[in-house]
């Protein structure tokens, strides 16, 4: 199973973009990239997916690299309710084609003032 | 579509009573997870369906904890007896094609 790395930790000032770096050396070709974030005790919400490129939407941008062995969430404008454990996942594909997502421990972004 | 629906929210029980929790997953999705999360061990997988037959219950952590799902719109977990050492929030998500939805957890506390 590919496994990921994240910072621990992570500060950004409101309003400015919000960069979250993950590594995922040992993904393997079919394996896509999933980021998902859980604000306080919520359950977790998913943010954003990809395989091999780019992809933008209304909460966020992903880019992967062209090894595909990191990746880093995008959030353009970050606010106060964006503080949250952000988690980079590689979808885990299993015997049968049937497929699971694993957390990390994840990234705890704090926004602030 | 009101999203993955839990219940019970917060459950306070005795150790050696028996608790089941219950999920409603979004309608048309065919992967059920359930999942626990700990301060100490995080985000655990507990067990996984697809179109209702469980496929991997390799993090059930004992035979304390049972899955079923009965059917498309309905799955419990239950564990009998309970002990202090299994409170934790408790999470049900639902998926098709990958993209997992949680529910709002069910929070269990086992005195």
């Known amino acids: 199973d590919a496994k990921t790395t994240q910072p621990p930790s992570m500060d950004c000032a409101e309003g400015r973009a919000a960069n979250l770096p993950c590594n995922h050396s040992t993904i393997s070709g079919n394996e896509y990239v999933y980021w998902y974030r859980q604000i306080h005790s919520q359950g977790p919400q998913y943010i954003i997916h990809g395989l091999k490129n780019n992809e933008t939407n209304e909460m966020a941008s992903l880019i992967i690299t062209e090894d595909r062995k990191s990746s880093t969430l995008i959030l353009p404008h970050a606010t106060l309710r964006d503080t949250a454990v952000y988690y980079c996942?590689?979808?885990?594909?299993?015997?049968?084609?049937?497929?699971?997502?694993?957390f990390g421990a994840g990234t705890r972004l704090a926004v602030h003032p | 579509d009101a999203g993955v629906i839990q219940s019970p929210r917060h459950e306070v029980t005795e150790m050696g009573q028996e608790v089941t929790l219950r999920c409603k997953p979004i309608s048309g999705h065919d992967y059920l997870f359930w999942y626990r999360q700990t301060m100490m061990r995080g985000l655990e997988l507990l067990i996984y369906f697809n179109n209702n037959v469980p496929i991997d219950d390799s993090g059930m952590p004992e035979d304390r904890f049972s899955a079923k799902m009965p059917n498309a719109s309905f799955s419990t977990l239950k564990i009998q007896p309970s002990e202090p050492r299994d409170s934790a929030v408790y999470f049900c998500?639902?998926?098709?094609?990958?993209?997992?939805?949680f529910g709002e957890g069910s929070r269990l506390t086992v005195l």
């Open positions: 996942i590689v979808r885990v594909l299993v015997s049968g084609g049937y497929n699971k997502l694993i």
């Open positions: 998500a639902s998926s098709k094609r990958g993209q997992g939805f």
